[in-house]
Nanobody
């Protein structure tokens, strides 16, 4: 069983930046793709970004491409999401997930509990 803990959320003004972290309890996390999803109030959970097990491949939703960067440090069992140029529509709970592959088409075996990001206008 892998436990994922997100951190780094908070309140930021539009145009600002935040860096989210997702740290796993087990080293087996390095055998999974790292994924970020988000769920805005009253909306469904949607894919944000993913990174392959090695970190060599990354994928982004069109809505965040060019503003968000996903990365990972397997030695620290951690996946990061650097968010720049934040907009009010980025306000959501952000969830980390360990998937059998990178991207929303793959099964997500483990989920974190989420961290809230609020962007004020």
């Amino acid at each position: 069983q892998v436990q994922l803990v997100e951190s780094g959320g908070g309140l930021v003004q539009a145009g600002g930046s935040l860096r989210l972290s997702c740290t796993a309890s087990e080293r087996t996390f390095t055998g999974y793709a790292g994924n970020w999803f988000r769920q805005a109030p009253g909306k469904e959970r949607v894919f944000v970004a993913s990174i392959s097990r090695s970190g060599g491949s990354t994928y982004y939703a069109d809505s965040v491409k060019g503003r968000f960067t996903i990365s990972r440090d397997n030695a620290k069992k951690t996946v990061f999401l650097q968010m720049n140029g934040l907009k009010p529509e980025d306000t959501a709970v952000y969830y980390c997930a360990a998937g059998v592959g990178p991207g929303p088409g793959y099964s997500m075996d483990y989920w974190g509990k989420g961290t809230l990001v609020t962007v004020s206008s």
